[in-house]
């Protein structure tokens, strides 16, 4: 399954995200700093347009549950555009109804390529850790569904961060 790009593009403090293709945990590390990074700066809004997202996974997911928290605890507004009716009932069935306004329009942003972040084992674990423990914040009914993960794949970081710091 070839892996899905994010344009990103800023207008007036709104970040404005557009995913195409399937977007799965391989792009979901670039937009785990988008969000990181909107914790250290102040925005007007989150923006995210699904128009051409065929798929999303539960790593994907949670990321973009990591924004939409951002934005809930900055008070501005956080809308996903244009979701299709199976991607609609995937974020909704894991809970994000709560932090996202579901909206359909034109978003005339075309955006830039989000350069994707380092693919490193670690990386993407942590992602996965970070994504699935957001879906859990979210909705209690999602720690049922990755909590397993959750903890199969905190062993696995506390593992690798483990070996690194032997190491330094």
Known sequence: METGEIFVSAKDGVHIVRVTGN???ACAP???LLAQSLEKEPFKGIVIDLKECLWMDSTF???LAMLGLRAKKNGVPAEIYNASEQNTGLLCGLGLKKIF???TGDRAERGVAMEQA???PENSARTVLEA???LMDVDDANKK???AVVDIVRKD???MEGENKKLD
């Open 23 to 25: 977007a799965s945990f």
């Open 30 to 32: 670039s937009l785990r």
């Open 61 to 63: 997911m949670g990321v």
């Open 101 to 103: 306004e579901f909206k």
């Open 118 to 120: 380092p693919a490193t």
């Open 132 to 134: 699935h423990e957001t």
């Open 145 to 147: 569904l990755f909590g």
């Open 157 to 159: 970081v506390n593992r």
